[in-house]
């Protein structure tokens, strides 16, 4: 039957080979230009030689003669406004949150981050994948790339590159050049030179260009492909090592805005568009789907350009453009094979979602069972965050259990797992908001006003959602059947859903934007502290130091908050913070899902992959917490690995000598260098690592002893330095981690035995 069969869009599918081959044309290409840069086959003089060609000669010449020969007459300029205003909404959305954010405030970073959200690389790798996907269904597709690109160069980027101008001259007193400097840059751009010039040239054609013009220009335009590609892999060269530690939440936040945010808000912004300019329903999806591939291509490497040029977040922007490259991959794949599909059968679909839902609610269990686990013999567990993620993952149980519970069929089986959804889905989205105003009171407020507000969080979390099941109870909302998801659910429950997500939604960014402030009102607090206490030390005389304006003596904002219960402070501020902007994410996700069913109930390929997307981070929001905070559960089993790994260590424990058995020579040696060099060969080379399973609070490496030992001239070559180290060993001034070696020059860990 037809309702059981998938209808492709025009009647045509996009083959799964083909949309590899663009793949694999793509960042084959690219990992080709990563391996010449980094091995050294080309230098930076030829890579800037082959940026020119690129942006000079070859993509020009490639944007006039696709231009000059478009009809114009057949261009949806509705759909092209839809994705101005989309790109609009995000640009101000960033721009809006970065300059909450940072502190003190800087117009350029806030300009940059924008650009990178929304300009896309749509010519080097957007033109291969749209014409794989649209080659045959709809070519007109392809062109509209080059009426894109615009949208950024001449609306939004001026806005960018004004505020980068702003910062960068900051304390210049002149600033009468600064608009005609940004007009300049933007007429002189060779991008939107030849966008104006290829639709004058357009006009000027009747969009057929004269074939000796046409063969010159596509001479050009045919290198650009793979040139930009190798490019970008060129580019790429020194930007993956920066990609690690608390450096990663910046550009994740970024990549999640420019991947997730841009083709959801792209796709529902034209699908609004073009039902009020009442376009045919087709090609509303048609066009609405195309928004959202598009908006999956990663950013532009331009950006990284504008970075340099102006000095501002050079390797963080680098490090977000390799990774967002790289991340697109699988999300442009997975798109551009549900782009082809435009109409899914109900049936069929919700069968599958039921199915996959109830596979992730058993892994779920499972996962929030061994979290409890963790949790509760953790003493951390107790600190306020960890008490509303213990509550969260509560709630996440109870929404597990009542999707199983929804297959089983015993009398009430359906009454029971309906509760038990609806009140794990509401508590979680609500405690959702709870974490983020925990966060951020902990930043600017004392651990008791954290503690009184515990219970407020508990009684919303799990009052409100039963008040709302009772409402949507009273209101004739039906018990849904076995098969049926949230995403299936009633008008009734689709509005209380959204009102929900929405305000949890709204309340997690705001209160995460300022858990931001608070933190970094705080750094500055303590580098005037700091500041101040070197001037009372320099003096001997400490006089009265003034604090900020707003902040409350003796509780400073952002100290480690002390639980009075457990006398513990919260280990996991990174760890929480990056929990909440996951479950933001998954707000975001769900939100868009229930607008869509509210407003346009056609199942199309896209709908399917953000469903699928909405039931894992529904139901699979505790393997994300279990991911987040696994490592708990190695620290449970830390002291038998430890003995395990020490039992089954390289090597046999060090022997060393009596202590009235140590010759004069090092005595008198461990002696000089306790006296005199110890603190401050602590103070510089000693820090937190890690090594296999275990942190090391205070260790460091035998190579950054003897640089050390170099650098005050203790010693004259390295080989001194293993000596010296040598001695310090033998005299217990030091020793190894697990005392499995003696002293050598390489990334061995010791620890100074007065730690």
Same mark, same amino acid.
């Given at each position: 039957?037809?309702?059981?069969? +998938?209808?492709?869009?025009?009647?045509?599918?996009? #083959?799964?080979?083909?949309? $590899?081959?663009?793949? !694999?044309?793509?960042? =084959?290409?690219?990992?080709?230009?990563?391996?010449?840069?980094?091995?050294?086959?080309?230098?930076?003089?030829?890579?800037?030689?082959?940026?020119?060609?690129?942006?000079?000669?070859?993509?020009?010449?490639?944007?006039?003669?696709?231009?000059?020969?478009?009809?114009?007459?057949?261009?949806?300029?509705?759909?092209? @406004?839809?994705?101005?205003?989309?790109?609009?909404?995000?640009?101000?959305?960033?721009?809006?949150?970065?300059?909450?954010?940072? &502190?003190?405030? %800087?117009?350029?970073?806030?300009?940059? $981050?924008?650009?990178?959200?929304?300009?896309?690389?749509?010519?080097?790798?957007?033109?291969?994948?749209?014409?794989?996907?649209?080659?045959?269904?709809?070519?007109?597709?392809?062109?509209?790339?080059?009426?894109?690109?615009?949208?950024?160069?001449?609306?939004?980027?001026?806005?960018?590159?004004? @505020?980068?101008?702003?910062?960068?001259?900051?304390?210049?007193?002149?600033?009468?050049?600064?608009?005609?400097?940004?007009?300049?840059?933007?007429?002189?751009?060779?991008?939107?030179?030849?966008?104006?010039?290829?639709?004058?040239?357009?006009?000027?054609?009747?969009?057929?260009?004269?074939?000796?013009?046409?063969?010159?220009?596509?001479?050009?335009?045919?290198?650009?492909?793979?040139?930009?590609?190798?490019?970008?892999?060129?580019?790429?060269?020194?930007?993956?090592?920066?990609?690690?530690?608390?450096?990663?939440?910046?550009?994740?936040?970024?990549?999640?805005?420019?991947?997730?945010?841009?083709?959801?808000?792209?796709?529902?912004?034209?699908?609004?568009?073009?039902?009020?300019?009442?376009?045919?329903?087709?090609?509303?999806?048609?066009?609405?789907?195309?928004?959202?591939?598009?908006?999956?291509?990663?950013?532009?490497?331009?950006?990284?350009?504008?970075?340099?040029?102006?000095?501002?977040?050079?390797?963080?922007?680098?490090?977000?453009?390799?990774?967002?490259?790289?991340?697109?991959?699988?999300?442009?794949?997975?798109?551009?094979?549900?782009?082809?599909?435009?109409?899914?059968?109900?049936?069929?679909?919700?069968? *599958?979602?039921?199915?996959?839902?109830?596979?992730?609610?058993?892994?779920?269990?499972?996962?929030?069972?061994?979290?409890?686990?963790?949790?509760?013999?953790?003493?951390?567990?107790?600190?306020?965050?960890?008490?509303?993620?213990?509550?969260?993952?509560?709630?996440?149980?109870?929404?597990?259990?009542?999707?199983?519970?929804?297959?089983? +069929?015993?009398?009430?089986?359906?009454?029971?797992?309906?509760?038990?959804?609806?009140?794990?889905?509401?508590?979680?989205? /609500?405690?959702?908001?709870?974490?983020?105003?925990? @966060?951020?009171?902990?930043?600017?407020?004392?651990?008791?006003?954290?503690?009184?507000?515990?219970?407020?969080? +508990?009684?919303?979390?799990?009052?409100?959602?039963?008040?709302?099941?009772?409402?949507? *109870?009273?209101?004739?909302?039906? !018990?849904?059947?076995?098969? &049926?998801?949230?995403?299936?659910?009633?008008?009734?429950?689709?509005?209380? %859903?959204?009102?929900?997500?929405?305000?949890?939604?709204?309340? *997690?960014?705001? +209160?995460?934007?300022?858990?931001?402030?608070?933190?970094? &009102?705080?750094?500055?607090?303590?580098? $005037?502290?700091?500041?101040?206490?070197?001037?009372? %030390?320099?003096?001997?005389?400490?006089?009265?130091?003034?604090?900020?304006?707003?902040?409350?003596?003796?509780?400073?904002?952002?100290?480690?908050?002390?639980?009075?219960?457990?006398?513990?402070?919260?280990?996991?501020?990174?760890?929480?913070?990056?929990?909440?902007?996951?479950?933001?994410?998954?707000?975001?996700?769900?939100?868009?899902?229930? /607008?869509?069913?509210?407003?346009?109930?056609?199942?199309?390929?896209?709908?399917?992959?953000?469903?699928?997307?909405?039931?894992?981070?529904?139901?699979?929001?505790?393997? !994300?917490?279990?991911? /987040?905070?696994?490592?708990? !559960?190695?620290?449970?089993?830390? #002291?038998?690995?430890?003995?395990?790994?020490?039992?089954?260590?390289?090597?046999?424990?060090?022997?060393?000598?009596?202590?009235?058995?140590?010759?004069?020579?090092?005595?008198? @040696?461990?002696?000089?260098?306790?006296?005199?060099?110890?603190?401050?060969?602590?103070?510089?080379?000693?820090?937190?690592?890690?090594?296999?399973?275990? %942190?090391?609070?205070?260790?460091?490496?035998?190579?950054?002893?003897?640089?050390?030992?170099?650098?005050?001239?203790?010693?004259?070559?390295?080989?001194?330095?293993?000596? $010296?180290?040598?001695?310090?060993?033998? =005299?217990?001034?030091?020793?190894?981690?697990?005392?499995?070696?003696?002293?050598?020059?390489?990334?061995?860990?010791?620890?100074?035995?007065?730690?």
């Amino acid at each position: 039957m037809e309702d059981d069969q +998938y209808q492709e869009e025009d009647g045509v599918e996009v #083959p799964l080979e083909k949309l $590899y081959s663009a793949l !694999i044309e793509c960042f =084959g290409v690219i990992i080709c230009g990563y391996i010449a840069g980094r091995v050294g086959l080309i230098k930076e003089q030829q890579t800037q030689g082959l940026a020119t060609f690129v942006g000079t000669f070859s993509l020009p010449c490639l944007i006039f003669i696709s231009l000059a020969t478009l009809d114009l007459s057949s261009v949806n300029w509705y759909f092209l @406004l839809s994705v101005f205003i989309s790109k609009a909404i995000v640009f101000a959305f960033v721009l809006l949150i970065t300059l909450l954010v940072t &502190r003190p405030v %800087d117009p350029g970073k806030s300009g940059l $981050y924008a650009i990178f959200c929304t300009q896309s690389n749509d010519f080097a790798i957007g033109f291969p994948i749209i014409s794989t996907v649209y080659g045959n269904s709809h070519k007109d597709f392809v062109s509209y790339l080059y009426l894109l690109a615009p949208v950024n160069l001449v609306m939004l980027n001026p806005i960018g590159f004004t @505020l980068m101008e702003i910062s960068k001259n900051k304390n210049s007193t002149s600033r009468t050049h600064l608009p005609l400097r940004v007009i300049t840059s933007i007429a002189t751009n060779p991008i939107v030179f030849m966008t104006a010039l290829g639709i004058a040239g357009n006009f000027l054609f009747a969009h057929e260009v004269p074939d000796a013009l046409e063969a010159l220009l596509k001479v050009f335009g045919s290198a650009f492909t793979a040139s930009a590609l190798f490019l970008l892999g060129l580019r790429m060269v020194g930007s993956v090592r920066n990609f690690k530690g608390e450096a990663l939440m910046v550009p994740i936040c970024l990549i999640a805005v420019k991947e997730l945010v841009l083709p959801l808000v792209t796709r529902e912004v034209s699908s609004l568009v073009l039902t009020w300019a009442q376009f045919p329903a087709n090609e509303s999806i048609a066009f609405s789907t195309y928004g959202f591939l598009y908006g999956t291509i990663p950013s532009a490497p331009g950006v990284f350009v504008y970075a340099t040029n102006y000095g501002l977040e050079v390797k963080l922007i680098a490090t977000a453009m390799v990774a967002c490259t790289f991340v697109s991959a699988p999300l442009m794949f997975i798109s551009a094979k549900m782009v082809s599909i435009s109409h899914l059968s109900p049936s069929k679909t919700l069968s *599958s979602l039921a199915a996959f839902d109830l596979d992730l609610s058993i892994v779920g269990i499972f996962a929030c069972v061994i979290l409890l686990s963790v949790f509760t013999f953790k003493r951390s567990a107790w600190s306020a965050p960890q008490k509303l993620t213990m509550c969260f993952v509560l709630s996440q149980l109870f929404g597990c259990i009542g999707t199983i519970t929804g297959h089983l +069929y015993w009398p009430y089986s359906q009454y029971t797992a309906y509760f038990l959804m609806n009140f794990g889905d509401f508590s979680a989205r /609500i405690l959702t908001a709870c974490l983020a105003i925990c @966060l951020a009171f902990m930043e600017s407020r004392n651990y008791a006003t954290v503690n009184h507000f515990l219970p407020i969080f +508990y009684g919303i979390a799990s009052g409100i959602p039963v008040l709302l099941i009772v409402i949507a *109870s009273l209101l004739g909302d039906s !018990i849904p059947s076995p098969e &049926r998801t949230t995403l299936a659910s009633s008008t009734i429950v689709e509005t209380i %859903d959204i009102f929900v997500l929405l305000v949890s939604l709204i309340v *997690s960014v705001v +209160y995460m934007v300022l858990q931001q402030r608070y933190k970094r &009102r705080y750094a500055r607090y303590l580098v $005037y502290s700091r500041e101040a206490s070197a001037t009372c %030390d320099s003096t001997h005389t400490c006089e009265d130091v003034p604090t900020p304006q707003g902040e409350e003596q003796p509780v400073l904002p952002g100290t480690p908050l002390l639980d009075p219960c457990s006398g513990n402070e919260d280990s996991h501020p990174v760890h929480h913070m990056a929990l909440v902007f996951f479950l933001v994410c998954a707000l975001f996700i769900s939100l868009a899902l229930h /607008i869509w069913n509210v407003v346009d109930d056609k199942m199309t390929g896209v709908y399917l992959e953000l469903a699928f997307l909405d039931v894992f981070f529904t139901r699979g929001q505790s393997l !994300i917490v279990l991911f /987040i905070f696994g490592l708990d !559960i190695i620290s449970l089993m830390q #002291p038998f690995c430890r003995r395990v790994m020490e039992t089954f260590s390289q090597g046999e424990t060090i022997t060393l000598p009596n202590v009235e058995e140590i010759p004069s020579e090092t005595q008198h @040696l461990c002696d000089q260098f306790n006296t005199y060099h110890i603190q401050p060969c602590q103070t510089q080379i000693v820090r937190r690592r890690r090594m296999k399973l275990w %942190d090391f609070v205070a260790c460091f490496t035998g190579e950054d002893l003897v640089s050390w030992l170099l650098s005050q001239g203790l010693i004259k070559d390295r080989e001194e330095g293993v000596v $010296y180290g040598s001695h310090l060993l033998t =005299g217990r001034v030091l020793r190894h981690v697990n005392n499995a070696q003696y002293f050598t020059d390489d990334m061995a860990l010791f620890v100074f035995n007065s730690n």
